[in-house]
């Protein structure tokens, strides 16, 4: 699978398979955009670090020319997770029965709103960075924004920090943690199962009960 993942990254169309995914996920989930991501940015260190080798390199690795440039691969990767976002939104804001029957045949996306439906009615803006972290959280927040009816003021500055801060942390894994291992192939698998803990991680957080509020003291 590695293989063919970065051999998509020597084209120029890895951007767009890039921004496709990421749009595409928030509908469905199992896409892996991720994966993309951190391999795009995994193929980038690799070449950085092949040039530095010079020729003594025992594996040659593509040109600067023919992988991702790192900035443009986290502005599309946040764009797109907007993108997306902003649709799951106008959706949720219209679709009113028939998105609800579409939600219950999946029952992937039916266990998530059960879970995150309290979570995010209590947590805030801030949910929805953490959300976007969590398999499917993405899209119970976008759908239930426009669900609810909230305002577009209120919910896309909120989107846009999500995609930046899962952008940057997918794009920073993929490129550090290939520096760091000094092997594409190791950098990319580690880098992933990081993605996946940080996606436990936050569905954790979002179905963690609120704390009870704290007794007053006795006059």
Do not use: N
């Amino acid at each position: 699978m590695f293989e063919t993942l970065g051999s998509l990254t020597a084209s120029p169309w890895i951007y767009a398979l890039v921004a496709v995914s990421v749009v595409l996920d928030v509908f469905l989930p199992v896409l892996p955009s991720g994966v993309l991501v951190i391999t795009a940015a995994a193929a980038a260190a690799a070449a950085a670090a092949g040039a530095g080798a010079g020729a003594a390199g025992p594996v040659p690795v593509p040109g600067p020319e023919q992988v991702p440039d790192i900035l443009l691969l986290l502005v599309i990767a946040t764009t797109a997770s907007v993108l997306g976002d902003m649709a799951a939104y106008r959706l949720g804001r219209r679709g009113g029965a028939r998105l609800d029957r579409a939600i219950a045949r999946s029952r992937r996306l039916t266990r998530a709103q059960e879970r995150l439906g309290a979570a995010l009615a209590r947590g805030g803006g801030a949910l929805v960075v953490i959300a976007r972290f969590a398999p499917a959280g993405r899209s119970v927040v976008s759908l239930g924004a426009g669900k609810t009816q909230r305002k577009v003021a209120e919910f896309l500055p909120w989107s846009v920090l999500a995609g930046m801060a899962w952008a940057g942390y997918s794009v920073a894994l993929g490129y550090f943690g290939t520096q760091w291992l000094g092997t594409q192939w190791l950098g990319t698998a580690v880098s992933i199962v990081a993605l996946f803990a940080a996606g436990a991680l936050a569905a954790f957080l979002v179905r963690r009960p609120p704390s009870a509020p704290a007794a007053s003291p006795a006059a």
